[in-house]
């Protein structure tokens, strides 16, 4: 019975707490009933990092109150920004990517019935790629403007991996 969790995007599976099973006095629970989908797919706990295989359903789940259950698709990247910063959070598996867009959040124009107009975008394009024990994580130039755009904003990439990297 998956209707008490959901997808949130493509990467986060979410399974709140809904009913109590063996809550203690400080609100701590366990969660039964969590659908891991796709046997091919490795879910990644978010708040401690073990992973489990999809196509299974997880019972007894601890979910103390501080931790929401929380799952990451291996080979996720998942971008955090706001006008200031960005952080990218990586789960390197395989080949993937992410293009992250983003504008001022508040113009349109739609004074020209034949044309809208958003104020301008910049898109930028995150790869991660793993062959073998190498992991190669990219960002590529940001294309485009907006007003209001700063392109000397400071990118912090956050990589989590199931053992510590040998270098970087």
């Given at each position: 019975?998956?209707?008490?969790?959901?997808?949130?995007?493509?990467?986060?599976?979410?399974?709140?707490?809904?009913?109590?099973?063996?809550?203690?006095?400080?609100?701590?629970?366990?969660?039964?009933?969590?659908?891991?989908?796709?046997?091919?797919?490795?879910?990644?706990?978010?708040?401690?990092?073990?992973?489990?295989?999809?196509?299974?359903?997880?019972?007894?789940?601890?979910?103390?109150?501080?931790?929401?259950?929380l799952f990451v698709k291996n080979g996720s990247i998942v971008p955090m920004y706001d006008k200031t910063k960005r952080v990218v959070e990586f789960w390197p598996a395989g080949s993937t990517s992410f293009s992250l867009y983003e504008d001022d959040g508040n113009y349109i124009d739609n004074s020209n019935k034949e044309e809208v107009s958003y104020g301008g975008s910049v898109t930028t394009k995150f790869t991660s790629n793993v062959e073998g024990t190498t992991a190669t994580l990219k960002a590529e130039k940001s294309v485009g403007s907006y007003t209001g755009y700063n392109s000397n904003r400071n990118t912090t990439f956050v990589v989590n991996v199931s053992k510590e990297p040998t270098k970087v």
């Open positions: 019975n998956t209707e008490y969790q959901y997808m949130y995007g493509d990467s986060f599976l979410v399974a709140p707490i809904y009913e109590n099973q063996k809550s203690d006095e400080n609100g701590n629970d366990v969660r039964n009933g969590i659908y891991l989908p796709d046997k091919n797919q490795i879910w990644i706990d978010y708040f401690t990092g073990k992973q489990y295989k999809g196509g299974q359903t997880l019972n007894g789940f601890d979910a103390p109150l501080w931790k929401l259950p």
